[in-house]
């Protein structure tokens, strides 16, 4: 292994308004550049640290100025012996001619610093309608540095086949540029850590020998703090869900004066224990909300976006959620927005004791929803040293943990292409894939509450829990991106 430190450069180029600035912020993970949907927003190359190991290895991203008007660039250039080096030599007056000024910006950037060029296409047209690319590609070539094409703007995530057809797609069409040495699917938005490391093994084989060693450091330490997120992560996520499951609430003592006496003798005293019972219940889901409120919160700044947005990824999740319990369309969509997260505004009437309209009509239609489920499914009742509690039932404790890991993929996926916050982060089909992730783990998750709620937050359940959700979780992620996902996930 060669211990000099390696400094190595990505330059992003594009046609104008095709996305850089948006996936070098996913790739750098702030907020860097300005980005609007307007043609040359980027006018000068920015440079941007991707990585630094301990060693001094540094990666580096190159956010260009876009190609103008590249079919008149390339008829200039061809008319030059030397191409690039003609084209660069020439002053350009950056506002009459701003295409070729910017273009300028973007070939000396990559002549000069890049080791490996990175350049984007549109995915949601097809190749054949791109009219800028043969100029564009042609250009490339004259410059001599190895390309890999991006597929950018590819839409929401779906299944891994569908997404394959469509890279294999424009593969076929650059087959006829021998400068392409790859094609890539990297979108700026909804895409995760487990897909970007494909893009970075792929990238680093196109390194010169010299670089490999300190790539390989800079690579290392990537997939290391990758996976100190993940599995702080569902560190996080496993505390919230043992929470739920050894939380209960007091039923309160029922009035054994005159008044209840006489409410029995007309039949109201059993609405007075319901109503009790449902008060109970009531809490414990505003506890259980505001819990979901604050992991989500916590996830987000794990991953170095805003806190702020919890509300807006629950309310993904909620989106395309399906609740399998046996209730209508309404009581679902109210114990769907527990189960995301996304129930808001619960806390006002609870806090001072009552169940009025607003807050307490929200907790009563979710009461109302759960126990139209069944008992079983959504709360159990239990008596301990005389006092009646309420608690979360098993069933409705492993639909907690689906939506635990739904959320933990849409804040995963959060792109921060145009800001903080993109739509379609949590398609409906990842149910599917994390129900069949989870599925194997039936037995053990049935046994594991009950553990749970027998031992404080120190004991082994608790980090079995924690070993669960990081397995279904993992198995998630194989399926949703099959063959990308590292070994290493699987243990801690």
């Not at 990175?118 to 995915?123: A, C, D, E, I």
């Not at 042609?138 to 997404?163: C, D, F, S, T």
């Not at 989500?296 to 700044?301: E, S």
């Not at 769907?336 to 806090?351: C, E, R």
């Amino acid at each position: 292994m060669n211990d000099t430190a390696a400094t190595i450069q990505f330059a992003l180029i594009s046609h104008t308004n095709n996305g850089k600035t948006t996936l070098a912020r996913t790739l750098v993970g702030v907020d860097v550049g300005e980005v609007r949907d307007a043609a040359h927003v980027t006018v000068l190359a920015e440079e941007h640290t991707l990585l630094k190991t301990a060693e001094g290895d540094a990666l580096q991203l190159w956010d260009t100025p876009g190609f103008g008007d590249s079919v008149r660039l390339l008829r200039r250039l061809a008319m030059a012996g030397n191409p690039i080096g003609w084209f660069l030599r020439e002053v350009f007056d950056r506002y009459r001619d701003k295409p070729f000024w910017l273009s300028q910006q973007a070939l000396r950037t990559a002549r000069d610093s890049a080791d490996v060029v990175l350049y984007l296409v549109n995915s949601s047209e097809l190749p054949r309608d791109a009219g800028y690319l043969p100029a564009e590609m042609k250009i490339l070539e004259w410059l001599g540095k190895p390309v890999v094409v991006l597929l950018n703007q590819m839409g929401p995530p779906r299944p891994a086949n569908e997404e394959a057809a469509e890279q294999a797609r424009w593969k076929a069409h650059l087959d006829q540029y021998p400068i392409v040495r790859d094609v890539l699917a990297l979108d700026a938005f909804a895409r995760c850590w487990v897909h970007e490391r494909v893009f970075y093994e792929a990238v680093g084989k196109l390194l010169d020998e010299s670089k490999q060693a300190g790539y390989a450091r800079l690579l290392a330490l990537w997939q290391a703090n990758n996976q100190d997120r993940f599995h702080e992560a569902m560190r996080v996520a496993a505390v919230q869900l043992a929470a739920a499951a050894r939380d209960s609430e007091p039923i309160a003592l029922a009035d054994t004066g005159f008044l209840q006496s006489a409410m029995k003798a007309v039949g109201l005293a059993k609405s007075a224990d319901q109503q009790r019972q449902e008060k109970a219940m009531a809490v414990l889901v505003e506890r259980l909300n505001a819990g979901i409120g604050e992991t989500t919160r916590v996830l987000l700044k794990l991953h170095r976006l805003d806190p702020g947005e919890a509300a807006r990824i629950n309310a993904r999740v909620r989106e395309n959620f399906k609740v399998r319990a046996p209730v209508d369309k309404a009581q679902a969509g109210l114990l769907g927005a527990v189960v995301s997260g996304a129930a808001t505004g619960l806390s006002a009437d609870l806090m001072t004791g009552g169940l009025t309209f607003g807050a307490g009509a929200l907790l009563g239609g979710v009461v109302g929803a759960l126990t139209a489920a069944g008992a079983a499914w959504g709360f159990n009742t239990s008596t301990e040293r005389n006092k009646t509690t309420v608690e979360f039932a098993d069933e409705f404790l492993h639909t907690l943990l689906l939506g635990s890991v739904l959320r933990y993929l849409a804040v995963a996926h959060f792109g921060r292409g145009r800001g903080n916050f993109v739509e379609g982060e949590a398609p409906a089909f990842w149910q599917t894939e994390v129900e069949a992730a989870a599925a194997p783990h039936a037995n053990e998750l049935a046994g594991l509450w009950s553990a749970l709620r027998q031992e404080d937050d120190s004991g082994k359940a608790g980090e079995r829990l924690r070993q669960l959700l990081t397995a279904v979780a993992t198995h998630a992620l194989s399926r949703l991106y099959p063959t990308k996902v590292d070994p290493e996930l699987h243990g801690r």
